[in-house]
């Protein structure tokens, strides 16, 4: 919806899919949480409305987005030009590069994307770690819509390793000690919020509120008492 929308009804609806810590994923309490997320508040509260957050498969957020489903997709979704001909993005809110999760105990420690030839290597359907892995053709690829259903398989050797963004394949080694991180593939990707194309009053609205987030609150207070 556009920023009249939005505010006539109420509500930000925001679309994420939450097997992606600490973006976005579910706690203890059945809530979603995480980085995003509070960006997301941040981005109600400051329209003055309730925030909506929902749950969808990552390769369907940019066609409920198009179709008016959800009014953002907040997601750890990096900006590439193929996207960007579809739907606008905010300003970039994160680097981000991939990295190859493997089991660790096996002596299989792939040092980059070359030694996943012949592997069997899972990722999530449509994100960026799917394409650079689907890149090379012998590579055996399983996709899978959560992670968390990738890493299952890779705890049953089901796959060899998973390929995934850094940050959030540090949270999953955190959590499951069994798994490592092998490999970092410099991908420099830089995250950022989905708008519908033509939307331009809430881009601009999503670009104050992050780029707000930059600034520290000295900063602040020097625009508040010294600027306009
Ligand atoms: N940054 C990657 C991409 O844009 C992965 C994002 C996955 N996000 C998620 N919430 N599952 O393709």
Redesign the pocket.
């Known amino acids: 919806g556009t920023l009249a929308e939005i505010k006539e009804r109420g509500k930000l609806i925001i679309g994420?899919?939450?097997?992606?810590p600490p973006?976005?994923y579910v706690n203890e309490k059945n809530e979603i949480v995480g980085f995003?997320i509070d960006i997301a508040q941040k981005i109600a509260d400051e329209l003055g409305v309730e925030l909506e957050i929902v749950n969808l498969p990552?390769d369907s957020l940019i066609p409920a987005l198009m179709s008016d489903k959800i009014d953002l997709i907040v997601?750890?979704?990096?900006i590439?030009e193929e996207r960007a001909k579809v739907i606008d993005f905010s300003i970039p809110y994160f680097n981000?590069n991939q990295a190859i999760v493997v089991r660790g105990n096996e002596g299989f420690m792939p040092a980059t994307l070359e030694d996943l030839k012949g592997k069997r290597v899972a990722v999530?359907l449509?994100?960026?770690?799917?394409?650079v892995v689907s890149d090379i053709k012998e590579i055996m690829v399983t996709r899978f819509q959560k992670?968390t259903d990738a890493f299952l398989e890779l705890q049953n050797k089901r796959v060899d390793a998973v390929v995934?963004?850094e940050a959030?394949a540090n949270a999953y080694v955190k959590t499951f000690p069994k798994f490592v991180v092998s490999a970092i593939i410099d991908t420099g990707?830089k995250?950022g919020i989905g708008v519908k194309k033509g939307n331009t009053e809430l881009l601009e609205f999503v670009n104050t509120v992050v780029s707000n987030l930059f600034k520290s609150p000295y900063d602040l207070l020097v625009e508040k008492w010294f600027e306009e």
């Open positions: 994420t899919e939450p097997t992606f973006f976005e995003d990552f997601a750890g979704m990096t590439t981000a999530q449509g994100t960026t770690g799917d394409l992670f995934l963004d959030v990707e995250y």
